[in-house]
């Protein structure tokens, strides 16, 4: 049983270091990678702003989609306005979770409806900090033809709320017998070295890499999901305890 890897890249939007994106994609098309890119569509975060506004940046987007990469509407402006977890417990931050249901409408209609005028089609959903409720997936539905969600803690892909679901756990490439591990990466964050490192990885993982286009949603999550997110979970613990007891000591 081999394991199979998917990339996913975080935060593109008009104010993105343009650089390190360039960066990503040569390495990504070095290697034929057709990865998730996740497109805030007004974005309004100064903590995922690098640049001044660039309009060209759309061109750079529909050339993407072109070539394979899968869009993903990335929240509608990434700020963060409530500190509710929602259904994938990672972060107690939110752009959505906790949001009343008609705004939440407002958002994903917006953000979809910004991203379809500037030639995209999205089909995948990626919440900002992996953070959102059962009103978000019921306002993707009744909103967009979006299917798919790229979060959760899981092995493999399932079904789950009338959405197909690819997990997300890591953000670097993994060293794994199997599964179907989504490495989130962030170009706007990443050094000269983390390029490097990243371009080093997956130039030893060619033939586990696949896109999205390859997979089966055919299972719910079972008892082996169900471990892996506790397993998670007491990890996270376990680091928070570590961090507060080495705090503790300053
Ligand atoms: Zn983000």
Redesign the pocket.
Known sequence: MTSRLLVRL??ASPFMNRDKWETMEAILDKYNIKPIV?I?PNNKDKE?SFEDYQETFWNMARSWEKKGWNIAL??YD?CFITNKKGIVPRNNYSEFAGVSYDKQVEKIRDGYKLLRDRGLEPTVWVA??HSFDKNTLKALKQNTSIEIVSDGLAIFPYLSYGFKWIPQQVCHVPNRSYGVWTICLHPNNMSDKDFKIFDKDISKKLETIIDINNIKFNRFKTVVDHLFFIFYILKRVKRQIINSLVKGRR
Request: net charge negative.
């Open positions: 975080d935060d996740a805030i995922v990335h929240g990434h900002p900090a």
